[in-house]
């Protein structure tokens, strides 16, 4: 994607937000209400999703390199548009994840989303990223694609914008090409257009971002998608929703593969031990110890996914209990660090650094403390 200088892009938010800015120290979480424009950016991991939010971000979010995601939860950051207008985007870990299974994604995902709608939060639409660049769309994609369409739901696909990205990296005539292929076929984006989905190009920067976001809120159509009406209103379990019984099928598809492998593989060690075959036993017993393991992921996945949206809530709540106690455990020990640090004069610069990092630190644990009260507490439910 074009990029832009970060003093081309309108910078907003309170002079203490800014300040904190600034300083590294991270912003306060955004308190939502009924009424905000709330978009939605999804795709793969490496689309452009957080590049694309910081085009407008009032503060910069890591952008990540190659296939490793950089947003590990929804990240909603506010915006403003030139003439002022206030906006929400919410940065989501992308699907096709190298560190991350795509189940773990769908519920990361699925636990905001519901949150959102418990709050009364609707969405505006939703910006779905693909890389021009991509010679095709492989079979994770039109696996994540399918997902994507049962997660939206068929009204839900009408507040959905279909983007390409990165397009400074091919020729334009392949590069149209592709677009014409997405659009076409009905494999891939054909049948979400026919929803109503519409198509844009993501090629100069804030320019054309700026288009895809106006778009959308002035259709002034909020939507609620389905995963939401399926997991808040119907209280279903995630892999009851059509978006997690794509994603369980997949796991339960992977799972049979593994399973026909360890039996080939058994085979293959009955005859390797006829043979007194030692290197090629242990070749074997690797290869099978490893698909059991693929096996067991595979149960635990299938296993997470029967939670519903009051199980997936509490999920979500001790996963955030636990990076808390996590940081509270580092304070410590950098508390003591600085404690022996302090003892040696030659070590004053260290002190000093190891003081600023304190600092921070303790200020991330204000601010998760916060969050948690947001989420958790008896203020109210605010969605992050």
């Not at 009955?270 to 992921?297: G, N, P, T």
Request: net charge neutral; with cysteine.
């Amino acid at each position: 994607m074009t990029g832009e200088s970060s003093s081309s892009r309108p910078m907003g938010g309170s002079g203490k937000q800014r300040a904190r800015m600034q300083d590294g120290l991270p912003p306060q979480p955004p308190d939502l209400k009924t009424d905000d424009v709330v978009i939605a950016v999804m795709g793969v991991t490496g689309s452009g999703k957080t590049t694309f939010v910081n085009h407008f971000a009032d503060y910069e979010l890591e952008v990540g390199h190659g296939l490793d995601s950089c947003t590990q939860s929804v990240q909603v950051v506010p915006c403003t548009l030139p003439g002022r207008k206030r906006i929400y985007l919410a940065d989501t870990p992308g699907f096709d994840d190298s560190l991350r299974t795509d189940s773990e994604i769908l519920r990361l995902v699925a636990a905001w989303l519901n949150q959102a709608h418990k709050s009364h939060i609707k969405l505006t639409g939703i910006v779905y990223l693909h890389r021009i660049l991509d010679v095709k769309v492989g079979g994770s994609g039109v696996k994540n694609l399918r997902m994507f369409k049962r997660l939206c739901g068929d009204d839900g696909l009408k507040s959905v914008c279909l983007v390409t990205t990165m397009w400074e990296t091919t020729s334009k005539e392949i590069a149209e090409t592709r677009e014409s292929e997405l659009q076409n076929k009905a494999v891939f984006w054909k049948p979400m257009i026919d929803q109503g989905s519409k198509v844009f190009r993501q090629d100069s920067g804030q320019t054309s971002g700026l288009k895809i976001l106006k778009y959308l809120i002035d259709r002034k159509q909020p939507v609620t998608l389905d995963i939401q009406r399926e997991m808040v209103d119907q209280n279903l379990q995630l892999g009851q929703t059509g978006a997690g019984a794509e994603v369980a099928s997949e796991v339960e598809k992977a799972k049979q593969y593994y399973d026909k492998r360890l039996k080939e593989l058994q085979d293959e060690l009955a005859e390797a031990l006829s043979k007194q075959d030692h290197d090629r036993k242990e070749e074997i017993e690797e290869a099978k110890a490893e698909f059991e393991s693929r096996i067991q992921r595979g149960q635990d996945e299938l296993r997470r996914m029967q939670a519903n949206s009051e199980q997936l809530y509490e999920e979500m709540k001790q996963r955030h209990e636990k990076e808390m106690e996590e940081m509270v455990k580092s304070i410590r020990e950098k508390e003591l660090a600085i404690q022996e640090s302090r003892t040696q004069v030659n070590m004053l610069k260290e002190s000093h650094e190891k003081d600023m990092e304190l600092q921070k630190m303790r200020l991330q644990l204000q601010w998760k403390e916060k969050y948690y009260k947001m989420m958790y507490g008896s203020i109210g439910c605010v969605v992050m």
